[in-house]
């Protein structure tokens, strides 16, 4: 029995689902869920540990501010001791966007450029009759998700003036498939679990 295919709009928005419902993880459900991120797979988790190494300092800084800016008992009687609270709070803050991280590590190792662009182009669509280009909008995605991967790693800020330009000459090729019938009802639960998320 062969499972079926779905559409690349279906992945992408169970992809946002998921990254939804990493915000509400805590305690005991974060940590199973960082451990289980260890079946993954070699590729899924290098790709993930270089997202980390270039935010570390972002989740230093999370850790910093929550540890010592949130109210509570001292983790020591003394100078500058972070709050049990804050350290609490820190380290759910920080197991999240790691979570984060893998997830969107896991996503883009898996889907390929053209399948993203053609699954974001779908969901875009019905904002067209707001006047929402969205054609434009997945080119701009494009460009911003090639400009990511070609930018260096900077050493200091004449690094980044002198990148050189990403090539503007690639071209991608687009899936644009219907949606099948499975894909639309597993829209519309997508679009329930959304609504459950944001109102619980």
Avoid: K, N
Avoid at 6 to 31: C, K, N, S, T
Avoid at 77 to 83: E, N, S
Avoid at 90 to 96: D, E, F, K, L, P
């Amino acid at each position: 029995m062969t499972l079926p295919v779905l559409h690349p709009a279906v992945r992408l928005a169970g992809w946002l689902l998921v990254l939804l419902a990493i915000q509400r993880l805590a305690g005991l459900p974060l940590f199973v869920a960082l451990a289980a991120t260890a079946l993954l797979g070699r590729a899924i988790l290098a790709r993930a540990a270089r997202l980390i190494r270039r935010t570390r300092w972002l989740l230093l800084s999370l850790l910093i501010v929550f540890a010592w800016g949130v109210a509570g008992d001292p983790l020591w009687q003394g100078f500058a001791a972070p709050t049990r609270e804050g350290l609490e709070e820190a380290a759910t803050q920080v197991g999240r966007l790691l979570l984060v991280l893998v997830a969107v590590a896991a996503f883009l190792e898996t889907m390929p450029l053209g399948s993203l662009l053609s699954g974001a182009r779908r969901l875009l669509q019905p904002l067209r009759r707001a006047g929402i280009d969205a054609d434009r909008g997945v080119i701009r995605l494009m460009l911003v998700l090639r400009y990511a991967e070609a930018l260096p790693r900077p050493r200091d800020w004449r690094t980044l003036l002198a990148a050189p330009a990403v090539p503007v000459s690639e071209s991608v090729e687009l899936d644009d498939a219907p949606l099948a019938p499975l894909d639309r009802v597993l829209l519309l639960a997508g679009v329930a679990a959304f609504a459950a998320i944001i109102l619980v």
